[in-house]
């Protein structure tokens, strides 16, 4: 009940935070999950945790900014307490972190030089092309995702970041690029460039005979869990008003991107 949870929460993260109004997030400047544009930090995952730390009285949601490899790390650390970085819910992840439930869904994208040299349309294009190779931001799963398929170490370049990933491909150090499909699609308007282009008839990865589709979400460290369950209530009802969809669409998301009645409980199972 909710004598419990008050006597739970004494010290805690949430307590803190309703004490403060304010709670720390980690991000890592991802258009269009989490980033800063013209000097506000924004993104569906932002927005989201906006909303429902406001119904909490906690008035301030401070990014602390970080690479995308160092968000785990730096949640476990107490650099901040959230992660809203729209991090795909992963049963490895799972082992470090508590996911709250997926805020969307989406597939991943490729990037090419103009023209397709190499007539690149999948992950498994790249495993059977020798000498091809790709670029993937550090800590992102779609390295993973790579190695599943057959992709050999060395035909993987670990990139800080997603700019730096098409400045690799514009540059030719790389063939292909990947990311998450709305991440791509950002990151390439930004770029503006004429040498390089979306694969428009990329074949989505399948990694044991299953299609893969990532849930995003937000994630906290394990001994938070009455922070992580009032998140989860929240954004519950944020799905059932339609709420969430109102939040997620001015960033690109459309009504296949919703998460659905996915858990975080049966992603973590994998
Ligand atoms: C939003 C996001 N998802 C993937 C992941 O969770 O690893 C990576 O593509 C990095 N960014």
Do not use: W
Not at 30 to 55: D, L, M, Q, S
Not at 171 to 191: C, K
Request: one cysteine or more; aromatic letters at 6%.
């Amino acid at each position: 009940g909710c004598g419990q949870l008050d006597l739970a929460s004494s010290g805690s993260t949430l307590e803190k935070a309703k004490e403060e109004k304010k709670i720390t997030v980690g991000f890592a400047n991802e258009k269009p999950y989490a980033y800063k544009e013209n000097g506000k930090v924004t993104g569906e995952a932002v927005e989201i945790a906006r909303e429902i730390f406001k119904k909490q009285g906690i008035d301030q949601v401070e990014p602390v900014l970080t690479d995308f490899g160092s968000l785990i790390p730096g949640l476990k650390a107490g650099r901040f307490d959230v992660i809203t970085a729209g991090m795909y819910i992963t049963p490895d992840r799972c082992k470090e972190v508590n996911f709250a439930d997926p805020e969307y869904s989406i597939g991943e994208g490729l990037a090419v030089k103009k023209g397709n040299p190499k007539n690149i349309k999948s992950y498994e294009d790249i495993a059977k092309k020798k000498g091809a190779t790709i670029a993937v931001m550090k800590g992102a799963i779609e390295e993973q995702y790579l190695r599943d398929v057959g992709v050999k170490k060395d035909q993987i370049k670990i990139v800080p970041d997603q700019p730096s990933g098409i400045s690799a491909l514009e540059a030719g150090r790389v063939d292909a690029i990947t990311m998450t499909g709305p991440s791509l699609r950002a990151v390439l308007e930004s770029a503006n460039s004429k040498s390089i282009e979306e694969v428009k008839d990329f074949k989505q990865p399948s990694i044991k005979g299953k299609d893969i589709r990532g849930y995003g979400a937000a994630a906290f460290r394990k001994d938070d869990k009455e922070l992580k369950d009032l998140y989860d209530k929240e954004l519950g009802k944020l799905k059932e008003s339609g709420k969430l969809y109102d939040i997620i669409k001015p960033f690109g998301f459309t009504k296949d991107d919703l998460p659905g009645d996915h858990t975080a409980e049966q992603l973590c199972k994998g």
